[in-house]
């Protein structure tokens, strides 16, 4: 039979009993609605996890002093005094493929100015801090690296210090007190926002770390060394040179730091987004199944009831693969329909999720195709049952049927 | 020219039950070009057993049949398809339209299947001529619910003809028709027995199996009785005899 004729029988069939078909089909546009929206908002995710990632900074190595132990205590990373400023010099001076290196050093404080006062964290870094953390300055400057040589007494405040003391005004040129000390506030930072781990980024002081190892942690180790490599081609080699480096400096004793990059971190925070998506999606994807068992259902129902409709096409001279076809594709047209009204509705709530709760949110065009191609399949292995039983009928005993 | 329909000593035995039923026990038949035979018995004759072998719609256990000149008793499943598709055409008592489906989409419905391909020009027009031949191309968009039951097996006939099929076969066409409906439709049988082509019927009323040229009476499987319509009816004349009939008891208004 032609497979125009084909088509039209069979929607001629589906819209005889619309409402059934409406609900046959239901099953699969919830289920590849719910397959879309999961992956959409899954994708949406990962994208933001990325974004943060990249927020803060774009190819970044980190050294952390290493660990100590008194009276059998095992401090955690950072907390021996191990790290040195003469080890920030001595890699930026010898390694090469590097943008910029800023020795920190941090700790909380009491800070006041105009007549109030926050607590709020101290850092210790150099001029390149901004850059490496792709910070921009909303106000004033950074302050330099004169400051740093000078042990100036100047520092570059965070949104939410400037919200708290600051509230009607400019801080540029105000003076902030850190441990009675006065700091000249140089500028103020660009909004960052939450990190990944919760933390306003914007409850800040940066001041040069000579000035905070000097005049008020007294400190003369650093807790850690930030370090931007050139590009993300060349992030490995630096991180080993880096290694390297400081090994050489503690000749032959143990080693008392670790290196970290961005990488590694972007890496375990996307791949908890992926195993949530992947997860959502399979749970939706059931639903998906559960759908096809409905249009099986309702297919084998339609054979039953059209027993003697089959028998009229066989006795004029049907083949058994002429009523197969037609109730295959009738199944298939079903669940593909079912799957591009689900895909409308996953969009949809998707884009509606988004608009509620700000998320973004990512429709890949993979995940629309495989889904389509996924709710046909479904049509077509769940119908196959039933049109294969319509096929096999004899034609005398359909004829026959009441 | 060889017979178009021939069987030899043939059987039908069904094993289904536990007991083997033998419905046909060797009935051995000619059938001409251009005849019109009506296949006569009680229930259980055999008679519906015997259609369904001539029809193709079921294969006997022994025996031969040749249709057309074709062996058709040893065909697979396919090929009786394509042999009821081109060389049968199929009337029941039930009428058996698609529901739901204009009459000249029935009518169109054989062409659409076997293997001749035909444009879609070509099927409409087939169709519509046949429905012209049955008296009906005025009704050509009407679904079968809006049709009279005489209607409806005017379609079926149409149907059945539209393949041009070597013989027509008509399970108790008149089965669920009143007696003028009846007499209609046995006259679009005459008509078309006159232009050449061969009917078999089945029935089991004795004055609708006058119409016919030729009786058979099967009996336990057995033809007991292979006779020529002496006094044969014609849809005409039986026609004009309801008329007067029903004018006399005041049924319907005279005719002038």
């Not at chain 1, 792709?134 to 400051?147: P, V």
């Not at chain 1, 008020?216 to 807790?223: A, C, Q």
């Given at each position: ?402 | ?112 299947y076997g293997a001749r391909k035909f444009t879609t020009k070509q099927i409409r027009e ?131």
């Amino acid at each position: 039979m032609r497979f125009g004729s084909i088509i039209k029988v069979a929607l001629r069939a589906l819209l005889r009993n619309t409402m059934r078909s409406i609900l046959t089909a239901l099953g699969i546009i919830i289920g590849v609605g719910a397959v879309i929206a999961m992956v959409s908002i899954g994708n949406g995710a990962k994208a933001q996890v990325e974004a943060q990632v990249a927020s803060l900074g774009q190819n970044v190595i980190t050294v952390f002093s290493g660990s100590m132990s008194s009276g059998g205590m095992r401090g955690g990373w950072g907390s021996a005094p191990t790290l040195t400023i003469e080890d920030a010099e001595a890699i930026e001076r010898e390694v090469t493929g590097i943008v910029g290196v800023s020795p920190e050093v941090r700790d909380r404080n009491q800070v006041l100015a105009n007549g109030l006062n926050w607590n709020t964290s101290v850092n210790g870094e150099s001029p390149d801090y901004p850059d490496i953390r792709s910070w921009k300055i909303a106000s004033g400057a950074m302050f330099s690296d004169q400051d740093v040589r000078s042990v100036a007494k100047v520092c570059v405040i965070g949104k939410t210090v400037a919200d708290q003391l600051f509230a009607n005004g400019d801080p540029v040129g105000q003076t902030l007190r850190i441990r009675n000390i006065p700091f000249k506030i140089l500028g103020v930072l660009d909004s960052k926002g939450f990190n990944l781990f919760g933390q306003d980024q914007d409850d800040a002081v940066l001041v040069p770390y000579t000035s905070h190892m000097k005049r008020l942690s007294r400190r003369t180790n650093i807790s850690s060394i930030l370090i931007q490599a050139a590009s993300a081609d060349v992030i490995d080699k630096v991180q080993k040179d880096i290694t390297e480096v400081l090994t050489q400096r503690r000749k032959g004793r143990e080693p008392d730091f670790t290196v970290r990059n961005q990488v590694e971190l972007a890496q375990t925070a996307t791949a908890t987004t992926q195993t949530m998506t992947l997860l959502l999606a399979a749970i939706a994807s059931v639903s998906l199944l559960v759908g096809g068992i409905g249009i099986m259902n309702i297919m084998l129902v339609s054979v039953t009831e059209r027993t003697r409709e089959i028998g009229i096409r066989l006795a004029i001279g049907a083949h058994g693969s002429d009523v197969l076809m037609q109730f295959l594709i009738e199944a298939t047209i079903l669940s593909s329909l079912g799957g591009v009204i689900g895909i409308l509705l996953g969009i949809g709530s998707s884009q509606l999720v988004s608009h509620l709760n700000g998320w973004p949110v990512l429709v890949s065009t993979a995940s629309v195709v495989i889904a389509f191609v996924f709710s046909a399949a479904v049509g077509m292995f769940f119908g196959f049952y039933p049109a294969r039983k319509a096929a096999q009928l004899d034609p005398i005993d359909a004829l026959r049927y009441e | 020219m060889p017979p178009v329909v021939k069987i030899e000593e043939i059987h039908k035995i069904y094993e289904s039950g536990e007991v083997p039923v033998h419905a046909v026990r060797g009935v051995t038949l000619e059938i001409e070009r251009g005849d019109f035979v009506a296949l006569m018995g009680a229930s259980g004759s055999g008679k519906s057993t015997l259609m369904n072998l001539l029809g193709c719609l079921d294969r006997p256990t022994r025996g031969r049949y040749l249709l057309d000149g074709i062996d058709v008793s040893q065909l697979d499943r396919n090929a009786l398809a394509d042999i009821r598709n081109q060389k049968l055409g199929f009337v029941f008592q039930g009428f058996n339209l698609l529901a739901r489906t204009t009459a000249l989409e029935n009518v169109e419905l054989p062409m659409l299947y076997g293997a001749r391909k035909f444009t879609t020009k070509q099927i409409r027009e087939r169709a519509m001529h046949c429905l012209d031949i049955v008296g009906l191309s005025q009704r050509f968009d009407h679904f079968p619910s809006q049709l009279s039951g005489g209607q409806q097996q005017r379609v079926a006939i149409a149907r059945a003809l539209v393949n041009e099929p070597q013989v027509l076969l008509a399970d108790e066409p008149t089965g669920n028709l009143d007696t003028r409906t009846s007499a209609e439709v046995m006259g679009v049988f005459q008509k078309l027995n006159d232009e050449g082509i061969t009917i078999v019927m089945v029935t089991h009323e004795l004055d609708i199996a006058h119409f016919c040229k030729r009786n058979l009476i099967l009996r336990d499987g057995v033809l007991v009785r292979d006779e020529s319509v002496s006094n044969r009816s014609f849809a005409a004349t039986e026609l004009e005899k309801l008329s007067s009939a029903e004018a006399a008891a005041k049924l319907t208004g005279a005719k002038s």
